[in-house]
């Protein structure tokens, strides 16, 4: 992991270098477009080196979480976004313009919404608060390297380094600058305050960013390379564990004054991560256990029939799925869930039923509606495979492989000028231009529809062809 991170944030570097030598060294004062422009630069480099977690149902909850905080908060020029990364790591981090991201592994160590929207309301007060982007604005040269900076920094804290330990909250700067830009006490402290009026605010109890600090500062014990890195950027020392404590007992009142958020959400999403993106074979043992200790309970059963089919056990990840169904007969998740494992086991029709099911319930269920699709697919339906699959496209049209099977659906069904435009779609998002480029051409010569025809030749206009000595490099 250490060798790969290394790797990506030479490549991160040398990117942002070369980026450098065309754009404008200075960006100036980070106004808020400033800011903005910056945080999607940050953003697309973090997504593009690290694996953010698309599962529908754990992105929404975690949205929706992050957005409730946010409301209490006055109003804002920054458009906010909440994203989960894959990693066992104990961090969260906000970057410049609302970009927040949660580690998996952060959640997965949590018990209650309470210390997901403590964590998530300290990072949005550092926003709000505008303290990274007040000391960027400080700085002599605001530019794309600084920018591979503080991305090399976030990678460096994923990787779980000892090295991590120079990780900024944003990431750290190359060339010795992330000690201009370490969060101050005070901005550890101003970022505790307004993030606790706020999730008290939201009906949350400021127990729950307590109680997540003190799980994580429970790393230390295994000594320096396990710290987690939300320890190093953001240090819960013991005044500020003191200062939560004295300003829980200063509001008590504000803290029970409503009730907490989605606690169905957090069992599911939480279920989830422990399930499909922790360590597998430990997931394996711990939700084996939930279902011995507590059979009748719909989300053990969910929970390991969700490991099960992940370690390719169909039939008895069945057996669990519909375990939990009796018990939660109308659930839409248990419903695809069920649905889609069956999928892979090759039992098209139950699939179907179970499938069909939840999105009548559910009919935003991006999941479902793409199992859906396949399984017509299976069936040889692809009149049924393109309707649903052409929905979840007017939905989500950046589904995971979704452009890859409506085209195919099209190729059947002949309409080869679609199936072709489909695909290149699909290879534009894998990055294989070349490959989208042929698929336009072919889409072009076939589509008969004027304004579908113009709609392919004003994106193959775009994609210019490689030179030949561009392909050797």
Do not use: C
């Not at 990364?85 to 313009?97: L, Q, R």
């Not at 949590?110 to 007040?134: K, N, P, W």
Request: aromatic residues 10%.
């Amino acid at each position: 992991m250490q060798r790969l991170v290394s790797k990506m944030i030479v490549r991160v570097t040398l990117i942002a270098l070369m980026v450098s030598l065309v754009m404008p060294p200075e960006l100036g004062a980070l106004t808020y477009s400033k800011e903005e422009e910056f945080g999607r630069e940050f953003a697309r480099y973090v997504e593009t080196h690290m694996e953010v977690i698309d599962d529908q149902f754990i992105a929404g909850y975690v949205e929706s979480v992050g957005q409730r905080v946010l409301s209490h908060f006055p109003p804002q020029q920054l458009k906010f976004r909440f994203r989960v990364i894959k990693s066992d790591v104990y961090n969260a981090f906000a970057g410049p313009g609302g970009h927040i991201f949660i580690h998996s592994g952060l959640i997965a160590a949590m018990e209650s919404e309470d210390e997901l929207a403590g964590i998530l309301g300290h990072e949005i007060a550092h926003v709000t608060s505008r303290h990274i982007s007040q000391k960027l604005a400080r700085q002599k040269k605001i530019n794309y390297v600084a920018l591979a900076g503080i991305v090399a920094g976030v990678l460096l804290g994923a990787a779980g380094s000892s090295t991590g330990a120079q990780a900024l909250t944003y990431g750290t700067l190359a060339a010795g600058q992330s000690a201009e830009l370490a969060y101050s006490r005070e901005n550890e402290l101003e970022a505790d305050e307004k993030g606790l009026h706020s999730i008290a605010a939201a009906g949350y109890s400021g127990h729950g960013l307590l109680k997540i600090l003190k799980k994580i500062r429970t790393r230390e014990w295994f000594g320096t390379k396990q710290v987690p890195t939300y320890l190093r950027t953001h240090p819960a020392t013991e005044d500020r564990i003191l200062y939560i404590d004295g300003w829980m007992a200063n509001h008590h009142s504000d803290l029970h004054s409503k009730q907490a958020g989605n606690p169905r959400g957090f069992e599911v999403a939480h279920t989830r991560i422990l399930a499909l993106y922790t360590d597998r074979q430990l997931a394996l043992k711990t939700l084996r256990h939930r279902v011995d200790e507590h059979p009748e309970q719909a989300i053990a059963h969910y929970g390991y029939g969700l490991v099960l089919a992940r370690s390719g056990k169909y039939d008895q990840a069945i057996e669990h799925l519909e375990a939990a169904l009796r018990i939660r007969p109308f659930d839409p998740y248990l419903l695809g869930e069920l649905g889609q494992t069956q999928y892979f086991e090759g039992r098209y029709r139950q699939a179907l039923n179970n499938l069909e099911a939840a999105v009548k319930i559910f009919p935003e269920f991006a999941d479902g509606l793409f199992y859906l699709g396949r399984t017509y697919q299976q069936l040889g339906q692809y009149p049924e495979a393109v309707s649903y699959l052409e929905e979840l496209y007017d939905l989500a049209p950046r589904y995971p492989r979704l452009t890859y099977f409506l085209g195919n659906a099209h190729g059947k069904l002949g309409k080869l000028g679609k199936a072709h435009y489909y695909l290149a779609l699909y290879y534009l998002q894998k990055g294989e231009r070349e490959t989208a480029r042929f698929h336009l051409q072919r889409a072009s010569e076939a589509e008969t529809d004027p304004v579908n025809k113009d709609r392919i030749e004003d994106l193959l206009s775009k994609i210019k062809p490689v030179k030949p000595d561009q392909k050797t490099q």
